[in-house]
């Protein structure tokens, strides 16, 4: 298992607002474990914290915008896919006006500062988002299409499409969060000439110039139209004579309009708050788009009580049987765990293969045959003991007995043919030999048992 990770150090970024034209001041510094990414206004009174997590956008026009009781900070998704990217899970971002910088239309300074600081592991264990089965989103409002698929690392697709004969159809994808730096950072924003005007009338884009945009001219405007906008937005006037690309610095990628897509749709997901396991496959994403998937998503995972454990047969335990038998006295017909699938200092996973050849279903009952639930909540008690055992020397000199089984609950049968998974988590420090743990048992993705444990480590002697 992962561990979280966080800044190493802090950095300090300025630049100008795109929508406010305003001098921003941006700091982003270390947070301390389990915090999550937090965005704190400065320059209000109180220095209010809005977390940055799905439910809190309230805006998504041209970038997005968080907001939690009155306090609003927009253009977030640029810092958010670096983060991302650099999977860290807790940071501390201080600015000091309603919005973020532009920067260069990048996440490229974001990336940098990141690697110049570097990045550092915590104690606790990284939690995911696990992309356990196919699916399909379709937002019916913008006609953006994800596809949801497993798989063991973070991937992502993006196909945009425009009605433009300069930008019509593009493609771009990423493998690995490795790649990032190279090949998605520095990929700029881009704007259609022909929407300039719609966007300053929206009090909009006051900081944006072609320094820090891709401006695509794609229908003839009069040059009057165009002086009239470089007059609006306080530019030099040029002339345009031929469609295509306004910017004077070419083109990163021939693709790079449809990777700065792709660096968004990063940057949105980021604020479900967990990295994710799986790949996204994106047509024709958008910021509205992208943000109701990561708040569909945060829906869900409020609704998991606790993730619910990745089981693959083929993957090596990290006890065996013969393993567990050295650490544990139980033996025959009273040995309820096959195998340990994981382990760290926190948690343990542990799994039962439930057989017709159970010697308690002879009189549990011979008709119906179902688990008794005392059994489900000894195996876990003895998931829990090869988790406490696991934090002593010598762990074979020592016994676990449980004091104490509180709020006990039983949501499901457990019948031959099921695979009983037990996840054992602590509930706190072990302290004078004495532990609390949390347990839960799964069937497939559903809670079939569930307990509090309190038990004590003894020498034997």
Request: glycine share 6%; charged share 25%.
């Given at each position: 298992m992962s561990k979280q990770k966080t800044l190493k150090s802090a950095f300090?970024?300025?630049?100008?607002?795109?929508?406010t034209g305003l001098p921003v001041t941006i700091t982003f510094n270390p947070a301390e474990v389990n915090t999550g990414r937090r965005?704190?206004?400065?320059?209000?009174?109180?220095?209010?914290?809005?977390?940055?997590?799905?439910?809190?956008?309230?805006?998504?026009?041209?970038?997005?915008?968080?907001e939690?009781?009155?306090?609003?900070?927009?253009?977030?998704?640029?810092?958010?896919?670096?983060?991302?990217?650099?999977?860290?899970?807790?940071?501390?971002?201080?600015?000091?006006?309603?919005?973020?910088?532009?920067?260069?239309?990048?996440?490229?300074?974001y990336v940098k500062a990141i690697q110049e600081v570097g990045v550092e592991e915590q104690k606790a264990d990284k939690q995911y988002?696990?992309?356990?089965?196919?699916?399909?989103?379709?937002?019916?409002?913008?006609?953006?299409?994800?596809?949801?698929?497993?798989?063991?690392?973070?991937?992502?697709?993006?196909?945009v499409s425009y009605p433009s004969p300069i930008l019509n159809n593009q493609f771009a994808s990423l493998d690995s969060l490795a790649e990032f730096p190279e090949q998605i950072a520095s990929c700029r924003t881009f704007v259609f000439v022909r929407e300039l005007e719609a966007l300053l009338k929206n009090n909009l884009i006051k900081g944006g110039d072609l320094d820090n945009a891709i401006v695509i001219?794609?229908?003839?405007?009069?040059?009057?139209?165009?002086?009239?906008?470089?007059?609006?937005?306080?530019?030099?006037?040029?002339?345009?004579?031929?469609?295509?690309?306004?910017?004077?610095?070419?083109?990163?990628?021939?693709?790079?309009?449809?990777?700065?897509?792709?660096?968004?749709?990063m940057g949105d997901l980021a604020l479900i708050?967990?990295?994710?396991?799986?790949?996204?496959?994106?047509?024709?994403?958008?910021?509205?788009?992208?943000?109701?998937l990561a708040k569909k998503i945060r829906k869900e995972l409020r609704r998991q009580e606790v993730p619910v454990p990745i089981y693959d047969p083929n993957q090596a335990p990290v006890l065996d049987v013969n393993q567990i038998k050295h650490l544990l006295p139980h033996r025959w017909p009273f040995l309820l765990v096959d195998k340990v699938i994981?382990?760290?200092?926190?948690?343990?996973?542990?799994?039962?293969?439930?057989?017709?050849?159970?010697?308690?279903?002879?009189?549990?009952?011979?008709?119906?045959?179902?688990?008794?639930?005392?059994?489900?909540?000894?195996?876990?008690?003895?998931?829990?003991g090869?988790?406490?055992?696991?934090?002593?020397?010598e762990p074979e000199r020592y016994s676990t007995y449980f004091m104490k089984i509180d709020n006990a609950k039983f949501r499901q049968k457990v019948v031959p043919g099921d695979t009983l998974i037990f996840r054992l988590e602590l509930s706190g420090e072990i302290r004078r030999g004495c532990v609390n743990m949390k347990g839960y048992a799964f069937v497939g993705d559903s809670i079939v048992a569930e307990a509090d444990f309190m038990a004590q480590i003894v020498k034997n002697k």
């Amino acid at each position: 298992m992962s561990k979280q990770k966080t800044l190493k150090s802090a950095f300090t970024l300025e630049g100008k607002g795109l929508h406010t034209g305003l001098p921003v001041t941006i700091t982003f510094n270390p947070a301390e474990v389990n915090t999550g990414r937090r965005i704190q206004r400065v320059d209000l009174e109180g220095q209010p914290i809005v977390d940055a997590l799905a439910e809190n956008v309230v805006e998504t026009s041209r970038g997005t915008v968080v907001e939690k009781d009155g306090v609003r900070i927009s253009t977030i998704e640029h810092a958010m896919a670096a983060l991302f990217a650099f999977d860290i899970d807790n940071c501390l971002i201080q600015v000091n006006q309603p919005e973020f910088p532009i920067l260069d239309g990048s996440a490229g300074a974001y990336v940098k500062a990141i690697q110049e600081v570097g990045v550092e592991e915590q104690k606790a264990d990284k939690q995911y988002y696990i992309i356990r089965k196919k699916s399909e989103v379709v937002n019916e409002t913008t006609g953006s299409k994800f596809i949801l698929l497993p798989d063991e690392e973070f991937g992502i697709n993006v196909l945009v499409s425009y009605p433009s004969p300069i930008l019509n159809n593009q493609f771009a994808s990423l493998d690995s969060l490795a790649e990032f730096p190279e090949q998605i950072a520095s990929c700029r924003t881009f704007v259609f000439v022909r929407e300039l005007e719609a966007l300053l009338k929206n009090n909009l884009i006051k900081g944006g110039d072609l320094d820090n945009a891709i401006v695509i001219y794609d229908q003839i405007l009069p040059q009057s139209d165009i002086d009239h906008l470089t007059d609006i937005l306080g530019k030099e006037r040029i002339c345009v004579e031929n469609m295509g690309y306004l910017n004077k610095e070419p083109l990163q990628f021939e693709n790079e309009p449809a990777r700065h897509k792709l660096l968004d749709v990063m940057g949105d997901l980021a604020l479900i708050g967990k990295p994710i396991k799986g790949r996204v496959i994106a047509t024709c994403p958008g910021h509205k788009a992208n943000t109701d998937l990561a708040k569909k998503i945060r829906k869900e995972l409020r609704r998991q009580e606790v993730p619910v454990p990745i089981y693959d047969p083929n993957q090596a335990p990290v006890l065996d049987v013969n393993q567990i038998k050295h650490l544990l006295p139980h033996r025959w017909p009273f040995l309820l765990v096959d195998k340990v699938i994981e382990r760290t200092d926190t948690y343990v996973v542990g799994l039962k293969n439930v057989t017709g050849n159970e010697t308690f279903f002879c009189g549990h009952f011979p008709q119906e045959p179902v688990m008794p639930g005392v059994l489900q909540l000894e195996a876990m008690a003895q998931t829990g003991g090869l988790l406490v055992l696991g934090t002593v020397d010598e762990p074979e000199r020592y016994s676990t007995y449980f004091m104490k089984i509180d709020n006990a609950k039983f949501r499901q049968k457990v019948v031959p043919g099921d695979t009983l998974i037990f996840r054992l988590e602590l509930s706190g420090e072990i302290r004078r030999g004495c532990v609390n743990m949390k347990g839960y048992a799964f069937v497939g993705d559903s809670i079939v048992a569930e307990a509090d444990f309190m038990a004590q480590i003894v020498k034997n002697k």
